[in-house]
């Protein structure tokens, strides 16, 4: 095994396109390589619960073509493009032993991704940015307009939300000094949050179908199938956000305006916004669009208010994570756990309770990750299946 490939996925749920994207890799980095997936947890980089929790997604995962799983802790999943990305491509840097990051993206093409990650990782970049900020305009379109000032047309590369994240993960990896070799492939089937019209929907349009009750076997592989239906049948899923809403409304009505003045991105008087839907709106997306501003993207919202209900506070997805748990692997997957163990510069933990005595971080941001899989299991369809404490319990699933 020469090569291991990491990649950075929520798998939410896994499906062809991300089989496709598996299969594609080992195509242009060798069949034997492994593959290692960084898996966001319960609660997501949009702002959202998965639709089934992150120990089924990532058995999905392995069953599907992954050889390892870990996890992406709690407040880099719900971070922005670029904390989440620093985590995922952080964690994958801190095993030690993955030698490329694949990642999918609208063009395909890495060299013009490298060009604008560059782009915005120079330091007089700051300028024209703020410059472009004090039209009024939002952060997004600031951006990109004063990315079009340096590299004209490119520029547009930064319109699709897989390009950006892929210009996040380049990012990262400039910026923490890793050796990973990118991949970058051209996604296929339906875009990002859009309609198919083959076997490659998105994982939004799947969503939308598991939760209205419709077959989606024919747009996910077999295994992963298996599993999502097993998951079905023990009452633990599929989980869609409003089961959540009276229980995340519970503790966003219980906070206070320090709270919310603390929580990332609660700049320019978003947290005073956010704090006084939180008391007044009956539904989560009418808290989420009573707090919207024009410079700030409704996701921005979202994430800020799963954060307040989660205890995720402003600089807890500063660095990297101080840790790399094990969610499910597979025979190769424990190979490439032990050479991570010889060589990984944070600890792996695959016994979860062992966080308990781990450092005062290591226990905090697991302890944090806990508890929000407590909140999580409240959605559970059967409530047996709605207990706290199992995510301390959960060991590794090995295949």
Not at 369 to 397: C, K
Request: proline share 6%; with cysteine.
């Amino acid at each position: 095994m020469q090569n291991i490939v990491g990649i950075v996925a929520e798998y939410n749920p896994f499906h062809n396109g991300h089989a496709y994207h598996i299969a594609e890799t080992r195509r242009l980095v060798g069949g034997d390589c492994g593959v290692v997936a960084v898996l966001s947890g319960d609660f997501v980089q949009r702002g959202e619960c998965a639709i089934y929790s992150k120990f089924a997604r990532a058995e999905a995962a392995v069953r599907s073509g992954c050889d390892l799983v870990v996890e992406l802790p709690l407040p880099w999943s719900l971070a922005s493009a670029e904390g989440f990305a620093r985590g995922a491509v952080g964690t994958l840097g801190a095993m030690g032993v993955v030698t490329h990051l694949s990642f999918g993206s609208e063009s395909g093409d890495l060299p013009p991704l490298e060009t604008l990650a560059q782009t915005l990782l120079d330091p007089s970049f700051t300028a024209d940015l703020k410059e472009a900020l004090q039209t009024g305009c939002s952060f997004a379109a600031a951006r990109q307009q004063a990315v079009e000032k340096r590299v004209g047309p490119l520029a547009k590369l930064l319109e699709s939300p897989n390009n950006i994240l892929a210009v996040e993960y380049l990012k990262a990896i400039y910026d923490l000094g890793l050796s990973l070799r990118p991949v970058a492939i051209r996604r296929t089937g339906a875009q990002h949050d859009g309609a198919g019209t083959e076997t490659i929907r998105s994982a939004s349009e799947l969503r939308t179908r598991i939760e209205a009750g419709q077959d989606i076997s024919a747009f996910i592989p077999e295994t992963a199938a298996a599993v999502y239906a097993a998951e079905q049948a023990l009452g633990r899923g599929p989980i869609p956000q409003e089961r959540l809403e009276a229980p995340i409304l519970s503790r966003l009505r219980m906070m206070g305006p320090a709270v919310f003045a603390n929580l990332p991105g609660s700049e320019e008087g978003l947290g005073n916004a956010l704090c006084k839907a939180a008391n007044e709106e009956p539904t989560l997306s009418a808290v989420c669009a009573a707090a919207k501003s024009k410079r700030y993207a409704l996701s921005r919202i979202r994430r800020m208010t799963m954060c307040a209900a989660l205890g995720v506070k402003k600089g807890m997805a500063d660095g990297t994570p101080p840790y790399i748990r094990v969610l499910a692997a597979n025979e190769r997957g424990r190979e490439i756990l032990k050479l991570a163990g010889e060589k990984a510069s944070v600890p792996i933990i695959t016994k979860p309770a062992s966080g308990r005595t781990a450092s005062p971080e290591i226990e905090r941001i697991m302890a944090l990750t806990a508890e929000a899989h407590d909140l999580y299991v409240l959605g559970s369809p059967v409530s047996e299946e709605r207990r706290a404490g199992n995510d301390w319990r959960h060991s590794p699933i090995m295949l």
